[in-house]
């Protein structure tokens, strides 16, 4: 048996899950970030000790426990690097937990952590080798090779929304300019749409938001692009474009088997889909060779925990 | 024992290489390229033969063979996709050579085979994950991790001169703009230097060309930099700040513990090693974070035959 711990910016979620990935049991909190760190990780220990101690966790005791965290952590010492969400900064997430639970803990990032999940036991299911790409209001990723995930050396690989793409004159979060977020992200695609709209006054998006920009959600563009608004399929269109840049930029490292898009803009289903393949058809640098299918996330709210369970599982085997 | 072949536009390298990866004995011929596949696979086949029975090789016969050659295979069915210098397409390599051999025959990218015998051998020896950039004409690349090589599901893999890292108005060969290739080859540096030479009449550029704009090459343009001139520094540091730019995308990646600088243009040595670690510190996405190490390849000229032993080595074990 295995723990997962999916810690958001709104709730702690945490999952008592068997080794073939079921969801047995699950508990969650509020984070309630603003009391801090002792008393965020105190929680995580509260509900990870009930769940160890339940009578399906008798017959076949919990081995590790596997947390996925919005930001990154050191994959040797197991501090976090950096949460900004939860205005961490440098706090030793796996020492405490460690000493809590008296089991080995393992933390790598959220997004790729669902990733995870959606390899053992989503669409990429049978991949030896995928890409899971988060579109929400950042780009969030994460690599996938042989049943491992791939944080990297330092704790900041399978961060594709950090890929530069193009020239941009958007700043992301990190500082620089160019990066995939600021292209392919929900946040992106909004503010395209803010900063061009009165060019396109025969926009139904217009209609939508009734004179306030504020108004201009992603499922507002892409169900305007949808019902075949011009302006609202620039900007998907767009979207789409600098995406599948992303993606081939993943192709030209790993040429992994498959590409999985997952998050919020990921709603947009089949549609976003074929647009997206449209432009990777574009973007390959050797026309005739096939590149990784592009497929939707399966998964839905486990997914985080079910991920969290299966690093715990990949690396205590790694061991 | 196993046998690597260095398959170039101009010469065939093939030589007989033991299990701790020491050169035993090597044989070439000019590739005569213009014979055709037919020709140039059996003369690969004549030098294996010869040396599968020399002397070395009776006390410790031949596994298999790994060939490096410049393009991309298939890596299910062995058949050579592209080799644009040798004017191959979809020629069957792998099945030719192992019915020529009667051996198990491993295919990659020499650039690719370049990288993993600095892994074995050189200066990634002892690291876990490792790239490799050869800066030639082009920008070829080995992905190395866990000792095999990632040239990934359909052979377009550690093709990093194709990673797109910016606007660009010059075409890449591969049809698209923007490639990395196209900022940080020796043709993207003298392309650069050329077309913008006349604005900048006090560079001792001038001066060593005697006006003729053919003369400019990688070495004249890295050599003015080193001797102070500001028109060959500043496309000096336009070279470097692309390719750091390409770097740090494969950290967003994978996160290698190191880079490696090959090629041509590397002999550019420590001067351009110091500008291109500048350049990837300003594009660290996450700033306190260290990025994989920069380093100078370390092997000379036997490195593509040491790649291609150390490929069939890797993939004999894996089965």
């Known amino acids: 048996m295995f723990i997962g711990v999916d810690l958001g910016g709104t709730n702690i979620v945490v999952g008592l899950v068997n080794t073939e990935g079921e969801l047995m049991e699950s508990l969650s909190l509020p984070t309630g970030r603003e009391r801090g760190f002792e008393a965020v990780t105190q929680d995580i220990i509260k509900l990870a000790r009930q769940l160890m101690t339940s009578d399906v966790a008798k017959t076949d005791p919990v081995q590790g426990v596997g947390i996925g965290i919005p930001g990154i952590a050191d994959p040797e010492t197991g501090v976090v690097i950096s949460c900004v969400n939860l205005f961490w900064e440098n706090v030793p997430l796996r020492s405490v937990l460690e000493a809590g639970l008296s089991l080995p803990v393992f933390i790598d990032n959220d997004a790729t952590l669902a990733g995870l999940a959606e390899y053992e036991l989503g669409v990429m299911k049978g991949v030896k080798s995928g890409v899971f790409l988060t579109l929400g209001t950042g780009v969030g990723g994460g690599v996938i090779m042989d049943h491992q995930v791939i944080s990297g050396k330092h704790g900041i690989g399978s961060e594709v ?10 700043r992301c979060n990190c500082g620089r300019k160019g990066c995939l977020e600021t292209f392919a992200s929900s946040t992106a695609i909004i503010a395209y749409a803010k900063k061009h709209l009165s060019d396109h006054p025969e926009s139904i998006l217009h209609e939508k938001i009734e004179g306030n920009l504020d108004k201009i959600d992603g499922r507002l563009i892409f169900d305007a692009a949808k019902a075949g608004d011009d302006f609202a399929m620039q900007a ?3 979207f789409a474009h600098y995406l599948a840049i992303g993606i081939i930029n ?15 803009i990921a709603g947009a289903g089949e549609f976003l889909l074929e647009i997206v393949k449209e432009e990777m058809e574009k973007e390959k640098y050797f026309r005739s060779v ?3 299918k592009l497929c939707l996330a399966k998964l839905k709210n486990d997914a985080g925990v079910l991920g969290g369970a299966f690093l715990a599982k990949s690396r205590l085997k790694e061991q």
């Open 250 to 264: 993943i192709v030209a490292v790993i040429d992994p088997e498959m590409f999985v898009l997952g998050g919020g």
């Open 290 to 292: 096939p590149v990784g």
């Open 161 to 170: 929304g950090h890929m530069v793409v193009g020239d941009s004159d958007v």
């Open 236 to 238: 998907v269109r767009r």
